[in-house]
């Protein structure tokens, strides 16, 4: 596997911080994944489904809030990462 500086810096920002104490699955790919999608650990039901969450090799997550395209996609594992 490959990563960027930037990336493991980011990734290492957001282990930091614990932004919004969401959690992700270690081993995800780094990149952008709606609520429903099983790599968002810490969404299991609710609103959070229709939110959008940037997740990193190491668990790291940041919720960055709801996403029209998460709410028309809702539960379609192939929009996994988006």
């Known amino acids: ?5 930037l990336g493991l810096l980011v990734a290492g920002l957001y282990i930091a911080t ?3 104490a969401c ?3 270690v081993g995800s790919a780094q990149g952008q994944y709606c609520g429903y999608c099983g790599q ?3 969404c299991l039901s609710g609103s959070c489904f229709t ?3 940037e997740c990193n090799p190491a ?4 919720d960055y809030g709801y996403r029209t395209s998460c ?5 379609d594992p192939a929009q996994c990462p988006i």
């Not at 596997?1 to 500086?5: C, R, S, V």
């Not at 668990?59 to 940041?62: I, S, W």
């Open 71 to 75: 709410a028309t996609d809702e539960y």
């Open 59 to 62: 668990g790291g997550c940041y």
């Open 40 to 42: 968002v650990t810490s």
């Open 51 to 53: 939110d959008v969450f």
């Open 23 to 25: 959690a992700c699955e």
């Open 18 to 20: 614990g932004a919004d």
């Open 1 to 5: 596997m490959k990563f960027t500086l």
